[in-house]
Structure formats: structure tokens, C-alpha cells
């Protein structure tokens, strides 16, 4: 009996929360576009209505590299409410993990770093270890989400108010392997931490500092800066959580340990700049060279990449269906938020971020991102895929 009535009561609070959201949709809630909207957008802005955000701001690169920066919905829907704009400030969850693996293949194509590496032998803990097999976890792993480390299995120490990782990576020797490094596929937030600690080992930098040197700086978008502990941001977008999750878990976590994985914050308008130089512009204003882009966007040949959320390399997942383009992606999901980033090969870029979650976000993310395949493979089409 308690727990049907502990059911009713979650299907009830979800009703309620999708009604107090059909009250204001986002048809009929400001939009705006800068410095026009692109044809075929109206599905994105609307997926965000659909599934029961409050607010959603996107950026959009077409095949020619024109750009659409757009906001609709609310930023904060107390009191009289405030507009979506493109100013505001959204998280950008574990899109975070882009610039993680941007800066890796940076520091490896300069010769700074080598992806081969053994873990343990760059972070400087010796062993003996509780698994032997962590002596064998390699930087490439890490990036790879292949190093051992299953979420799904073990949990994610990430989460918690106090994670051991970065700072703590002695305890490695008393960690055990969900599988043997290199043998399959499960994403890991440890795994990006342990990266990020060993790229401040090898630069004697926070990772805060080092990509805001290697990556921010040079691209001009010193806006993007790290999540602070705590609340919001003033000219941050509120996150409205579902009525299942708690914004004081989400306040709760430790943002300071998050560099790595998600917890990096701006407008997706400079978010979406800064992609275009790591993945599309030319000398001199790149941050990649083509063999550093080749090397991040790879997957294993023999990985089939006509199936969603399934080929991942050393910082996106890789798609194609059909005869439509190949996309890189990578999504985020945290409560009380949602992101999404995609580009493709053919020289487009969607950014997409909303301040909230539903407790399906798995499902309605991969909705999220199959319509911006579309978006993409009507853009390709139309103009007879020639860019």
C-alpha cells in the first residue's frame, strides 16, 4: 500500500509540474532570434515546450557558417517573469567534457602529453594496488570512457557532496575495476575526473586555469568560467527541477571537483563560437590542426555508426544514418538542466540548452539529439549536400 501510494503521489507532483508549465507555453512565450531564424528551427525551440522546460536558448552554425542565436521561453518564471534571452548565463552540464578532451588532444598533438601513458605513472601513485589492472588504465582510456570505470555498476562518486577525485588519487591503489581497462564502453564522470588530475599534474595547473590558457583565452571567450559552489549566479537562468529531484543536491555538489566533467557555464552563443574554432575554422584562428580533429573524432572501425549512442571516441559520440551526414555529438544532463551539443562534418553546429530535466532524461535527450540530426540532414539536402 505505501508504495502505490507512493507512486500515485510522483505521478501526481509529475501532472501538476507538466500543467504549470502548459499554462505558459512556449508558442505563446517570447522568442527571439539574433540575427534571424534559421527555416526548420521551430522544432527544436518546441521540443523544449514539448517536453516541459521552462526555457531553452540554442545556437545555430548553417553549411556556410552564417549563425542563429536564439532564446525562448523563461529564464526564471517567478513573480513577473523573465525573458530567455541569449545573455543569459546556462550550465553547460557534461558538455563540460568537450573541452576536457579538446585540451588533451591539444597538449598530445604539441608533444606536452602522450595519450599512451599509464595513469598511475602521471598522477605519481605507486603501488601495490587492490586491482592490479589499475596500473594498466591509460590517458587515452580515460577519454575513451573504456578505463574500467561502470557507473552503472560501482556508482558515481562524482555525485557525492565529497568525491575523492581530483584531489585524492592515492586512493587509486584501494580502487577496484568494474572491467578491464580497454575492454568495452561505460561512461564514466571518474574517468574525466582522473584525466583532468593528470593534466594539472603534467602542466602544474588547476584545470580551471589551463583551459581558460590553452582554449578560452586565445579564442576571446573568457566568458565561460566554471559553476561556483553553492546558488546560482545572478545572471544565470534558474533550474526547475522535476518535482522527483532536489535542488539542494544539485547546490550540494562540489563544483570545485567538477572542472573535468560539468561544470562549466556561459550563453551557448559563445559556447557554440569556441566549437567552431576546435572543430571547423581555419589557420590561424583554429585551436586544433586537422590531425588533432582526426584524432577527436575517430571512433574504432569497426564500431557501427549508423546506431545512436553507441560509437564513442576520445570526446564524442559519432552518427550516421543513411545517406545523411556524419554527426559528432555529445549531450548533458544534471537537475534541473539539459544540453546538447552536436556538429557535423559538413560544417554545421547546434548548441542546445534548457533550464530543466524530466526524470526520462535519457530518453528524452536522445529525442533532443535525433532532431537535430534532422535538422542537419534537411539543411544537407536542401542545398544538394554541397557546402
Known amino acids: 500500500m505505501a508504495v502505490l501510494l507512493g507512486v500515485l503521489c510522483l505521478s501526481l507532483l509529475s501532472w501538476l509540474w507538466s500543467e504549470a508549465f502548459s499554462l505558459t507555453r512556449l508558442q505563446s512565450q517570447p522568442q527571439a532570434c539574433t540575427p534571424y531564424r534559421f527555416s526548420g528551427t521551430e522544432e527544436l525551440i518546441e521540443l523544449a515546450d514539448e517536453l516541459g522546460f521552462a526555457g531553452v536558448q540554442l545556437s545555430i552554425r548553417d553549411r556556410q557558417g552564417n549563425w542563429s542565436d536564439c532564446a525562448a521561453g523563461w529564464a526564471d518564471r517567478g513573480g513577473l517573469g523573465e525573458q530567455m534571452s541569449i545573455q543569459h548565463r546556462v550550465r553547460f552540464l557534461s558538455l563540460s567534457k568537450v573541452l576536457t578532451s579538446a585540451l588533451s588532444v591539444k597538449l598530445f598533438r604539441e608533444e606536452r602529453l602522450n595519450l599512451d601513458h599509464h595513469l598511475v605513472d602521471v598522477v605519481g601513485v605507486d603501488g601495490p594496488y587492490a586491482d592490479p589492472r589499475v596500473g594498466l588504465v591509460t590517458l587515452r582510456q580515460l577519454l575513451s570512457h573504456s578505463?574500467?570505470?561502470?557507473?552503472?555498476?560501482?556508482?558515481?562518486?562524482?555525485?557525492?557532496?565529497?568525491?575523492?577525485?581530483?584531489?585524492?588519487?592515492q586512493k587509486l591503489s584501494t580502487v577496484r575495476l568494474d572491467f578491464s581497462p580497454g575492454e568495452r564502453f561505460a561512461y564514466s564522470n571518474l574517468g574525466y575526473c582522473l584525466m583532468g588530475a593528470a593534466l594539472e599534474r603534467i602542466s602544474g595547473k588547476a584545470l580551471a586555469t589551463l583551459i581558460s590558457d590553452e582554449l578560452l583565452r586565445p579564442s576571446g571567450f573568457t566568458d565561460l568560467r566554471p559553476v561556483r559552489n553553492g546558488a546560482q549566479e545572478l545572471d544565470e537562468a534558474r533550474l526547475y527541477p522535476h518535482p522527483a529531484e532536489f535542488l539542494d543536491v544539485l547546490n550540494g555538489l562540489d563544483y570545485d571537483a567538477l572542472h573535468a566533467t560539468g561544470a562549466w557555464s556561459g550563453t551557448t552563443t559563445d559556447f557554440a563560437r569556441l566549437m567552431e574554432r576546435v572543430f571547423l575554422s581555419n589557420p590561424p584562428y583554429n585551436l586544433l590542426d586537422s590531425e588533432g580533429r582526426r584524432l577527436l573524432t575517430t571512433v574504432a572501425e569497426d564500431c557501427d555508426t549508423t546506431k545512436w549512442r553507441h560509437c564513442h571516441g576520445l570526446g564524442l559520440y559519432r552518427y550516421q544514418d543513411g545517406d545523411g551526414p556524419t554527426v559528432l555529438w555529445r549531450d548533458g544532463s544534471l537537475t534541473g538542466g539539459t544540453a546538447f551539443f552536436a556538429v557535423s562534418e559538413d560544417g554545421q553546429i547546434v548548441v542546445w540548452v534548457a533550464n530543466g530535466r524530466r526524470p526520462d532524461w535519457l530518453s528524452s535527450n536522445d529525442r533532443i539529439g535525433l532532431a537535430i540530426y534532422r535538422y542537419f540532414t534537411a539543411n544537407t539536402k536542401a542545398d544538394g549536400g554541397q557546402q
Open 147 to 169: 578505463a574500467g570505470f561502470d557507473r552503472l555498476q560501482s556508482g558515481d562518486p562524482m555525485m557525492l557532496r565529497a568525491p575523492w577525485c581530483p584531489k585524492q588519487t
